[in-house]
């Protein structure tokens, strides 16, 4: 019976479909409408969400159906649709975006009465990032005067087409369904409108998923309950490998181990599943109110982080700045929590490079430098270039590239997720009122930080660096290959840490700081090529003229003029520019 099952699982190709959208817009009623068999995390079972009426956890829930034409001639015999349901309310979105992360398309669901809303925004910005496909949906047209509905549906539409029509899901289906005709309280023999024509569509916008059995198994767990005299059954969705009947697992965030006693899928019991299956799985006891929520995987494969690097883009709509050092909502996996983040370029001359030119799959090099950014620029508009100059990110003085910018993350406690993961960096403390995105950037983690001691390990060999410019004066030469400097900088610098580095002069020369002139700031400049003549020229005729003037302020030269010539030549300025490694405990100057 059992091998009947696997084999009947085998041939049926499981379709992940979030139903994202505001609180209150008809989700699990649409679900309920779709759906024929409910998981055990089906529809919220939480007390205070049937006392709300509203959906505080992901739910879960499926149905079958014929393969359609453009699947057929592939290993599976039949089409099965699982609906993931997440809540719609402000305060749970680190839940909708635990929820985006296992699915293959997204049903976002419109309230037609109310068009758009904050959370609907937050739930279409989740979407552009982490799902290829969306069907838009819009619900309660029941609640429309008959008179009227045809031509409000259409209006909507057409909105709602505005709206996306410079994202990803441009010109994507429209459905019109009442999932619920009368609301909650209506009977349950009341028909549901359109569901029939929505499950066509999602038919047709069906394809093959990514499933790869190979790899480490990783397993995301959404429920976790126990079933006396058999065990525990974590409930959740396959993220990679496969995992089977007598196998071990880890669960990190508990740090033990356990077999796979029995699993089922949607009731059905199975020997082994893969990726992208929704899976119960039953394992050697323990107290499930450990894990409500998290990361299951073959042992020993899933880092701990202390810290992270992430090639990261920000929002567009998000309208706040997302500036270095500050505190941001960092979600990975399941996990959400608080982080320091820190974020930096590719200088103008590392990002010059053909490779990676849109900064897409970007590996990190711990032996490449990177220039530190004030804040995270906004993308790339089209036909312009959006660089530091231009973007006002402060991004320190030399260019820095929008297409890679990545992101130091230091945890305020350690996450356990896999490499490569989503990164989504979010401010949930923003009032849920203020009708404004939160979700700030996203991006993918590159190099994970296991080390507790990353500060000691880590960090001093990260090539973070700051541009620092110095500008001066030359007040004389002494020789053709020596010039006195001031206004560089002040009395009480300690003038030996500058020398032997390298100067420019505004008339071409450059040249090298050869130490201290005098105590009041003033330094010497050795030019190893000597002076151009008519440097050496302006700067005599300079020497004498103040000479002349000092000599007038003290009644030497009677009828002497302490006016400034007419016409006299500006002075030639010193320009000293340098970097610094922002983790360097020595805080060197370096110059190329």
Same mark, same amino acid.
């Given at each position: 019976?059992?091998?009947?099952?696997?084999?009947?699982?085998?041939?049926?190709?499981?379709?992940?479909?979030?139903?994202?959208?505001?609180?209150?817009?008809?989700?699990?009623?649409?679900?309920? #409408?779709?759906?024929?068999?409910?998981?055990?995390?089906?529809?919220?079972?939480?007390?205070?969400?049937?006392?709300?009426?509203?959906?505080?956890?992901?739910?879960?829930?499926?149905?079958?159906?014929?393969?359609?034409?453009?699947?057929?001639?592939?290993?599976?015999?039949?089409?099965?649709?699982?609906?993931?349901?997440?809540?719609?309310?402000?305060?749970?979105?680190?839940?909708?975006?635990?929820? #985006?992360?296992?699915?293959?398309?997204? @049903?976002?669901?419109?309230?037609? /009465?109310?068009?758009? =809303? /904050?959370?609907?925004?937050?739930?279409? !910005?989740?979407?552009?990032?982490?799902?290829?496909?969306?069907?838009?949906?819009?619900?309660?047209?029941?609640?429309?005067?008959?008179?009227?509905? #045809?031509?409000?549906?259409?209006?909507?539409?057409?909105?709602?087409?505005?709206?996306?029509?410079?994202?990803?899901? #441009?010109?994507?289906?429209?459905?019109?369904?009442?999932?619920?005709?009368?609301?909650?309280?209506?009977?349950?023999?009341?028909?549901?409108?359109?569901?029939?024509?929505?499950?066509?569509?999602?038919?047709?916008?069906?394809?093959?998923?990514?499933?790869?059995?190979?790899?480490?198994?990783?397993?995301?767990?959404?429920?976790?309950?126990?079933?006396?005299?058999?065990?525990?059954?974590?409930?959740?969705?396959?993220?990679?490998?496969?995992?089977?009947?007598?196998?071990?697992?880890?669960?990190?965030?508990?740090?033990?181990?356990?077999?796979?006693?029995? @699993?089922?899928?949607?009731?059905?019991?199975?020997?082994?599943?893969?990726?992208?299956?929704?899976?119960?799985?039953? !394992?050697?006891?323990?107290?499930?109110?450990?894990?409500?929520?998290?990361?299951?995987?073959?042992?020993?494969?899933?880092?701990?982080?202390?810290?992270?690097?992430?090639?990261?883009?920000?929002?567009?709509?998000?309208?706040?700045?997302?500036?270095?050092?500050?505190?941001?909502?960092?979600? @990975?996996?399941?996990?959400?929590?608080?982080?320091?983040?820190?974020?930096?370029?590719?200088?103008?001359?590392?990002?010059?490079?053909?490779?990676?030119?849109?900064?897409?799959?970007?590996?990190?090099?711990?032996?490449?430098?990177?220039?530190?950014?004030?804040?995270?620029?906004?993308?790339?508009?089209?036909?312009?270039?959006?660089?530091?100059?231009?973007?006002?990110?402060?991004?320190?003085?030399? =260019?820095?590239?929008?297409? =890679?910018?990545?992101?130091?993350?230091?945890?305020?406690?350690?996450?356990?997720?896999?490499?490569?993961?989503?990164?989504?960096?979010?401010?949930?403390?923003?009032?849920?009122?203020?009708?404004?995105?939160?979700?700030?950037?996203?991006?993918?983690?590159?190099?994970?930080?296991?080390?507790?001691?990353?500060?000691?390990?880590?960090?001093?060999?990260?090539?973070?660096?700051?541009?620092?410019?110095?500008?001066?004066?030359?007040?004389?030469?002494?020789?053709?290959?020596?010039?006195?400097?001031?206004?560089?900088?002040?009395?009480?610098?300690?003038?030996?840490?500058?020398?032997?580095?390298?100067?420019?002069?505004?008339?071409?020369?450059?040249?090298?700081?050869?130490?201290?002139?005098?105590?009041?700031?003033?330094?010497?400049?050795?030019?190893?090529?000597?002076?151009?003549?008519?440097?050496?020229?302006?700067?005599?005729?300079?020497?004498?003229?103040?000479?002349?003037?000092?000599?007038?302020?003290?009644?030497?030269?009677?009828?002497?003029?302490?006016?400034?010539?007419?016409?006299?030549?500006?002075?030639?300025?010193?320009?000293?520019?340098?970097?610094?490694?922002?983790?360097?405990?020595?805080? =060197?100057?370096?110059?190329?």
């Amino acid at each position: 019976m059992a091998s009947d099952s696997t084999a009947a699982a085998k041939n049926l190709l499981n379709f992940n479909i979030g139903v994202l959208g505001h609180v209150d817009s008809g989700k699990t009623s649409l679900a309920k #409408a779709l759906s024929t068999i409910a998981s055990t995390a089906a529809f919220d079972k939480n007390p205070q969400s049937k006392e709300r009426g509203i959906t505080l956890d992901l739910g879960f829930s499926s149905f079958i159906v014929d393969l359609p034409e453009h699947l057929k001639g592939t290993s599976y015999e039949r089409l099965q649709f699982t609906l993931v349901d997440c809540p719609g309310h402000a305060s749970l979105i680190r839940t909708i975006i635990g929820g #985006a992360q296992i699915i293959d398309l997204m @049903m976002l669901v419109i309230d037609v /009465t109310k068009g758009m =809303q /904050t959370q609907s925004a937050e739930c279409l !910005v989740i979407g552009e990032i982490a799902c290829k496909k969306m069907v838009v949906v819009l619900n309660k047209v029941d609640l429309l005067p008959a008179a009227k509905k #045809a031509a409000t549906i259409e209006k909507m539409k057409k909105r709602m087409l505005k709206t996306l029509e410079n994202t990803r899901f #441009a010109n994507c289906p429209i459905l019109a369904v009442a999932a619920k005709p009368g609301g909650p309280e209506a009977a349950e023999s009341m028909q549901a409108e359109g569901v029939a024509d929505l499950i066509d569509e999602l038919k047709k916008q069906s394809y093959l998923p990514e499933r790869d059995p190979t790899g480490p198994f990783l397993f995301s767990v959404d429920h976790c309950f126990s079933i006396r005299g058999q065990g525990t059954v974590m409930t959740g969705t396959i993220l990679s490998g496969k995992v089977a009947i007598n196998d071990t697992v880890e669960i990190p965030a508990l740090k033990m181990n356990r077999k796979v006693k029995s @699993m089922q899928m949607f009731r059905q019991p199975v020997t082994q599943a893969i990726q992208g299956d929704r899976v119960g799985v039953c !394992v050697t006891q323990f107290d499930p109110k450990q894990l409500e929520r998290g990361l299951v995987c073959t042992p020993g494969t899933l880092p701990t982080l202390f810290a992270g690097i992430a090639l990261v883009k920000k929002i567009p709509y998000f309208k706040g700045t997302c500036a270095t050092k500050a505190k941001f909502h960092v979600t @990975m996996g399941h996990d959400t929590v608080m982080a320091k983040v820190l974020f930096f370029g590719a200088s103008s001359e590392a990002s010059s490079s053909p490779n990676d030119a849109d900064g897409s799959g970007s590996k990190f090099n711990l032996d490449q430098e990177y220039l530190y950014q004030d804040e995270l620029m906004s993308p790339p508009i089209a036909g312009k270039e959006n660089t530091a100059s231009n973007n006002q990110s402060g991004a320190s003085s030399t =260019q820095a590239t929008t297409n =890679q910018q990545w992101a130091l993350i230091e945890f305020e406690k350690p996450v356990t997720c896999q490499r490569n993961c989503l990164v989504i960096g979010s401010k949930l403390d923003t009032d849920i009122h203020s009708n404004t995105c939160r979700l700030a950037f996203h991006g993918e983690l590159l190099h994970a930080v296991t080390d507790k001691t990353y500060n000691e390990t880590l960090l001093p060999n990260l090539k973070i660096f700051k541009t620092k410019s110095r500008e001066g004066v030359v007040e004389r030469a002494t020789d053709n290959y020596s010039v006195i400097g001031r206004s560089l900088f002040k009395k009480e610098t300690n003038i030996q840490t500058f020398v032997g580095l390298k100067v420019r002069l505004s008339s071409g020369e450059e040249g090298v700081i050869e130490g201290g002139f005098g105590q009041s700031g003033k330094f010497k400049i050795r030019i190893s090529s000597g002076l151009k003549e008519e440097t050496f020229k302006q700067l005599s005729e300079k020497g004498k003229k103040g000479k002349k003037a000092a000599a007038s302020a003290s009644g030497e030269v009677e009828g002497a003029s302490t006016d400034a010539p007419s016409g006299s030549r500006q002075s030639i300025k010193i320009f000293l520019d340098f970097k610094r490694y922002i983790f360097d405990t020595k805080k =060197q100057m370096i110059q190329t």
